[in-house]
């Protein structure tokens, strides 16, 4: 187990290099950093000097790749290369442009973000599964059929829909909470209510409909027929049996999602003022502050690999039949 | 000639997809296994009708695909000057409501402004009223005649509608009433389709049917033109999806060993960047470099167009991971049959085994994906014009309507009338479009292991 851990996190190591590399070209080498100046001074009144300025305040007056100017192992590490991206892998993510640290950022901006994002993952998590449940215990009805066209007709509908409509009934005519906005400690409840009731419709019909695929699949199979068999109530063979086995693909696709939870959703924060990492990242692209975007896909990766190995963890609590080795 | 031919890099990509699919369609009809589960898919109403109501959809976009820029009344010197703006043939067919812009918001079918203006009358008093509009309803003199007069139009719109709807049904199946060969949900369907569009378009003629916007633009002429761009990143995304994924998952599969490791680090690598950041990454770096190269562009017409273009091409570079790695699951498992091993050893080529055997064999999995793909991508398209990576602000979408009228949500009363648009259309884009996937992915699928053989 310990050597399969170990064994993964050195699989990372090349991959989260390749991410690095392409965020590296694409801010980088696609544009070279006089354009980003260009691009943040304003393309009118541009002179060299305030581009030479603007580059030595954020610390792009660098050779890319290989300082030749420079001795010894300055060669290297005298570089845009070497102080903006491969400084990442420590988690140095440096200073936005607005000068302020990054990391320090990133780390009071967690709070909000989880506080919206973790009921959401959860309370949705309930919600799905219990609705693909009762699908699949009423399969072959008209409840069933009626549940499948309501998931249809709800994944056919923009997300933004649920934002907008829901701010507008909720918030604005019926006066129940405040339309955006966040505050610290028990005061925040009535300010996240909505994004998360909001986050939970948004997912109800694509993954309630997934969800009763995988119940659907397992119910022809063997066991379920021994465990009528055995004279089970249909109710115990769903909860107890077929959940049971339906939650490898279940945790396949839940399991990777989680550490990203961390990032917070763009739109939802953005659209309730949360304060979170969500509209962080949002703000960064609309103000074009590349150092941000640059830390946040990093980070995002990072999450994402470290996801995929919960995952394969995952299973050996579900199924007793995984070994890691 | 009165006009120049324009075509936009998205119209020769359209252009492009139009005749793979022209090829694909040849193909498939030539060939009775390839034609069987298409006729599981003519047989279910519902993937019809769905059907039936995106070819409208298509139709439109593919009117709007057709641009050209037509010749100034005033000419230099004898030489021919075009107008700097790039109109479609659907700009010409829907000319009026092209052409009429108020000056800002009004209602469904108002007559006056959203907003009070002051005015001086002929005896010099200041009054604060409604303006009447330029356009809707001019031709009202008793502003409280209005009501009756749209029911009127609608009636005889719905009427000519219903009309042409039975005359062509009549024409197409000789008799009025469905007999054998005759599906009576799309019959009726259409019935109320060409009733819906008569009565739409006899009441545009002189109302603003779906109100006006911030700049006082028809939101139906908005809303009909977002079609295009949609229909576009659905599309045309594909175009990179589909080379992609095809050959490098099919090649992982089949060749192992170190081609498989090195496809394997590529999309993991792409995949492990959560793909809204990576997409803005990559958009803000094409719009920098747009910024700093002004001259590329003849027209505005053409940046904007060539930043759709490069978003279809970054979503699709984005979203080919997963249907490349399904495909090189579904490989790893042809690889070992007998068919495949029969043909290695009669020493047929790698390559010509992987075009040969084993490409037919996932192409159904390759068609089930992109059908289900299309309905995100426009969902997705609207997201993405809202964070600010997506389309060009001056072309018209679904997302840019959103990000306009979004803004008016506090006003009093409210404008709600752009919004409901831009969902209402793009719900039913949506819909359509999931219903048919669903249904062709129920005709293809061989694990829905089915007794009954076609028709």
Not at chain 1, 26 to 39: E, G, K
Not at chain 1, 212 to 235: N, P, Q
Not at chain 2, 338 to 347: H, L, R
């Amino acid at each position: 187990m310990i050597a399969y851990l170990f064994r993964r996190i050195l699989y990372a190591v090349p991959i989260l290099i390749g991410v690095n590399l392409l965020t590296f070209a694409l801010f980088f080498v696609v544009n070279t950093p006089d354009d980003m100046a260009r691009m943040q001074l304003g393309i009118k009144r541009v002179t060299p000097e305030s581009i030479s300025k603007w580059k030595q305040q954020h610390g792009y007056d660098k050779p890319l790749l290989i300082n030749s100017t420079a001795s010894g192992k300055d060669k290297l590490t005298d570089t845009i290369f070497w102080q903006k991206s491969a400084s990442m892998f420590v988690f140095d993510f440096g200073y936005s442009d607005d000068g302020r640290s990054i990391s320090r950022e990133i780390v009071t901006r967690m709070g909000p973000s989880l506080s919206i994002a973790l009921p959401t993952f959860f309370v949705g998590l309930l919600v799905y599964v219990s609705f693909a449940l009762l699908m699949t215990l009423f399969r072959a009805t008209v409840l069933d059929v009626a549940g499948v066209a309501l998931c249809v007709v709800l994944m056919s509908i923009s997300t933004l829909f649920y934002i907008i409509g829901g701010q507008f009934l909720v918030s604005k005519l019926w006066h129940l909470v405040p339309i955006s906005g966040y505050a610290g400690g028990l005061d925040s409840f009535k300010f996240v209510v909505l994004p998360i009731v909001i986050g939970v419709m948004g997912g109800v019909g694509s993954s309630s409909r997934w969800y009763r695929t995988i119940f659907l699949e397992e119910i022809g199979k063997d066991y379920v027929r021994t465990a009528r068999a055995k004279g089970l109530s249909e109710l115990r063979v769903l909860f107890t049996h077929v959940l049971k086995n339906a939650m490898i693909p279940i945790l396949t696709g839940v399991v990777v999602v989680i550490p990203l939870l961390f990032l917070g959703s763009l739109l939802t924060e953005s659209f309730f003022g949360i304060p979170g990492l969500g509209s962080y990242t949002i703000d960064a692209i609309n103000a074009q502050d590349f150092s941000i975007v640059r830390a946040m896909v990093f980070l995002g990766s990072v999450l994402y690999i470290v996801g995929l190995i919960l995952t394969d963890l995952s299973y050996t609590v579900v199924d007793p039949r995984v070994r890691l080795a | 000639m009165s006009f120049m031919p324009v075509i936009l890099w998205s119209d020769a990509l359209v252009f492009l997809l139009i005749a793979v699919t022209g090829v694909a369609v040849w193909y498939v009809r030539r060939h009775e296994h390839l034609l069987l589960p298409w006729r599981r898919v003519t047989h279910n109403s519902l993937a019809m009708v769905s059907l039936l109501v995106l070819s409208l959809f298509l139709l439109v976009g593919l009117l709007d695909t057709l641009h050209f820029r037509s010749v100034l009344p005033q000419s230099n010197g004898g030489e021919k000057v075009y107008s700097p703006e790039v109109l479609s043939v659907f700009d010409k067919l829907v000319d009026p409501l092209r052409t009429h812009t108020e000056k800002t918001y009004s209602a469904p079918f108002a007559l006056t402004l959203y907003a009070r203006e002051t005015r001086t009358d002929a005896q010099g008093n200041v009054l604060r009223e409604f303006p009447r509009l330029q356009y809707g309803g001019a031709h009202l003199e008793d502003v409280s005649r209005r009501d009756a007069d749209v029911v009127v139009r609608a009636l005889i719109g719905a009427g000519l509608g219903l009309f042409v709807g039975l005359l062509s049904f009549y024409l197409t199946h000789r008799k009025l009433h469905c007999a054998s060969g005759c599906d009576r949900a799309v019959s009726v369907v259409t019935m109320i389709l060409t009733t819906l569009i008569g009565a739409i378009i006899s009441l545009a003629a002189v109302y603003h049917v779906l109100g006006t916007d911030k700049v006082g633009q028809d939101v139906l002429y908005l809303s009909l033109k977002s079609i295009r761009t949609g229909l576009i990143i659905g599309t045309v995304t594909t175009l990179v999806t589909l080379p992609l994924a095809l050959f490098l998952g099919v090649a992982a599969g089949y060749f192992r060993g170190w081609v498989d490791d090195a496809i394997q680090y590529i999309y993991t690598v792409l995949s492990s960047i959560p793909s809204v950041l990576l997409i803005a990454a990559a958009v803000l770096m094409m719009q920098v470099t747009i910024d700093t190269h002004p001259e590329w562009f003849a027209t505005t017409a053409s940046r904007a167009d060539l930043r759709l273009v490069f978003l279809c091409l970054i979503l699709g570079v984005t979203s080919w991971t997963g249907l490349c790695r399904l495909l090189r699951g579904e490989t790893l498992k042809l690889r070992e049959m007998e068919y495949i091993q029969a043909a290695q050893s009669f020493g047929v080529s790698g390559l010509r085994i992987l075009t040969r055997h084993i490409m037919p064999n996932v192409m159904h999995i390759v068609l089930i994906s992109l059908v289900m793909d299309f309905s995100a991508l426009v969902l997705a398209e609207a997201v993405l014009s809202y964070v600010g990576v997506g389309v060009d602000p001056t072309m018209i979408s679904f997302g840019t309507m959103i990000n306009g009228a979004r803004l008016e949500m506090g006003r009093e009363p409210m404008v709600w009338w752009a919004l409901a648009s831009a969902f209402g259309f793009m719900l039913v884009l949506v819909l359509a479009a999931n219903l048919f996937a669903d249904a062709v992915r129920d005709a293809f699928d061989p694990r829905l292991n089915r007794t009954e053989v076609g028709v």
